[in-house]
């Protein structure tokens, strides 16, 4: 059965961390492009960084880009998102997604979500 489970939200204090983890089962994340994404309170799901099949390559969004770093075990199928120096404006329920199936052009298949809290 083909899953994507996040886990790792928490309430934070600004400037703390966390470590988000995306666990799949059915597929092999290695060979997929995966994705993290969040979506905030009345706004729109945003690309937060993914990380290319095979190479490893990393991409970031500019709001993230030096506090936020997305790698892969690929022992423990997992991807994580390690974010550091949190802030409120990064509080929102944090996705992760695949490219699972052909043509591998965009993010189809999707976990639940974690929220993250970043509140004093």
């Known amino acids: 059965q083909l899953r994507l489970v996040e886990s790792g939200g928490d309430l934070v204090q600004p400037g703390g961390s966390l470590k988000l983890s995306c666990v799949a089962s059915?597929?092999?994340?290695?060979?997929?492009?995966i994705g993290w994404f969040r979506q905030a309170p009345g706004k729109e799901r945003e690309f937060v960084a993914a990380?290319?099949?095979?190479?490893?390559?990393?991409y970031y969004a500019h709001s993230v880009e030096g506090r936020f770093t997305i790698a892969r075990d690929n022992a423990k199928n997992t991807v994580y998102l390690q974010m550091n120096s949190l802030q409120s404006e990064d509080t929102a329920v944090y996705f992760c997604?695949?490219?699972?199936?052909?043509?591998?052009?965009?993010?189809?298949?999707w976990g639940q979500g974690t929220q993250v809290t970043v509140s004093s």
């Open positions: 997604a695949a490219k699972l199936f052909p043509p591998f052009d965009s993010y189809d298949y």
């Open positions: 059915g597929f092999n994340l290695d060979e997929k492009a």
């Open positions: 990380i290319n099949r095979n190479s490893g390559t990393t």
